[in-house]
């Protein structure tokens, strides 16, 4: 039981405290601060509505500065085509299948850039998926003008286009940069027309995410794979409609030209553009000589794996131990490959002194050799393996 005295000594702290605390909240008694701050009336007009302040900010960066180097030469592409065409040969709207403008209609957006001006004429680089099967082309510009284009050259393989239009009113240029000096983790901005025409000019940013990407390609849209493009993946996002359009560093160079992403549900920010130091000896070859002039061998082909246990054993009589290689469907009458006494049903399994193991790395081993160059090709007739030596010629058709 607590004594009296304790109890009178607890009544008179407590005292003390509340009456401490009331001289804390004493407004007379509240001590200056030196940071006092006041909140300025906000800013309305005379009928008390808010308005905008006029204070401007600095947002200027990097990434805008490259931009602007570049936005003014980076285009639309529109691939106009005839559409309609009825069963005797004339198209719907009019009677002459010369007339023009009448009966082309856009089916399909890219983007591309001005890269050259030679006199009247300037030069656009694009992807030839974006060309392809036009009848006519035209370039959309960050203005809105629109001009007539004319396709210089095309590749399928490298899907690298080059198109010609009036230099008249052309101001900026692209300029080309050194991919091979790329850093992972680097700044990389992509400039395009996503989704279309109406989205012009949209810019995205992110990173080069790699460099040197080896990407599986179908060019004929088969189901089967035929080429390997070597690509900078990047996670700066691009969609449809940005195809063709420049990939730039932090300085505003044009180091990739966007070419394709990996689209699914679960995948995020995986696009693929082409290297500019590829491109760019692509884009001179079709601006100069309007194609891409490649050694073949004269064959059609198949792979292996595609051909089935039993038709491997009863047809082409090969070993256990033979699982990859290239089986020549038809040989091209007067090519390299018939002048080496090549056959149908022959395998393929060595070319230039590097194995190959199905067609893309057969037509890389091709087109990694010039024109006149002497190659030695191994491949196995009914089970035996035999070798021939090819002299690599050109040909205008699309067989190897």
């Not at 080429?227 to 359009?245: K, L, V, Y």
Request: proline fraction near 4%; hydrophobic fraction near 40%; glycine fraction near 10%.
């Amino acid at each position: 039981m607590k004594t009296k005295a304790y109890q009178t000594l607890l009544a008179l702290s407590l005292s003390g405290a509340l009456l401490a605390g009331c001289d804390a909240m004493d407004p007379e008694t509240e001590p200056e601060t030196e940071n006092e701050e006041t909140v300025e009336d906000t800013p309305v007009n005379e009928e008390g509505d808010v308005q905008v302040s006029e204070v401007r900010v600095d947002v200027t960066s990097d990434i805008t500065d490259a931009v602007q180097e570049v936005d003014e030469a980076v285009v639309s592409i529109i691939n106009m085509q005839r559409v309609g065409q009825n069963p005797y040969g004339w198209y719907e709207g009019s009677q002459d299948a010369d007339a023009e403008g009448e009966d082309l209609q856009q089916v399909g957006t890219g983007s591309g850039a001005v890269y050259k001006v030679d006199g009247d004429t300037a030069y656009v680089f694009t992807n030839n998926h974006v060309v392809d099967g036009s009848d006519a082309i035209e370039v959309l510009f960050k203005d809105g003008s629109r001009v007539e284009a004319t396709i210089v050259g095309a590749d399928l393989w490298t899907d690298l286009a080059v198109l010609a239009i009036d230099s008249e009113d052309i101001t900026t240029v692209a300029e080309f940069g050194d991919s091979e000096n790329l850093t992972v983790g680097e700044p990389a901005i992509a400039i395009g027309s996503p989704l279309g025409t109406n989205f012009a000019s949209s810019v995205t940013s992110g990173i080069i995410s790699a460099t040197g990407r080896t990407v599986p390609v179908d060019t004929n849209m088969d189901g089967e794979n035929d080429w390997e493009m070597t690509a900078i993946q990047t996670d700066a996002a691009i969609n449809p409609g940005n195809s063709g359009g420049p990939l730039i560093n932090i300085a505003g160079q044009v180091v990739g030209i966007n070419s394709m992403k990996i689209s699914s549900s679960t995948i995020e920010g995986m696009g693929f553009a082409i290297p500019s130091n590829d491109a760019l000896d692509i884009i001179n070859q079709l601006e100069q000589d309007g194609e891409v002039v490649r050694p073949v061998i004269g064959v059609a082909m198949v792979d292996l794996s595609m051909v089935s246990p039993q038709q491997q054993e009863a047809i082409l009589n090969l070993p256990d131990d033979v699982t990859g290689g290239v089986v020549i469907a038809e040989v091209q009458p007067d090519s390299s490959a018939d002048e080496a006494g090549l056959e149908a049903n022959d395998v393929i399994v060595s070319f230039n002194g590097e194995e190959v193991a199905n067609g893309i790395e057969l037509r890389q081993e091709i087109y990694d050799t010039e024109i006149g160059d002497e190659v030695e090709i191994e491949f196995y007739r009914d089970g035996e393996l035999q070798s021939a030596t090819l002299t690599m010629r050109t040909t205008e058709d699309q067989t190897l």
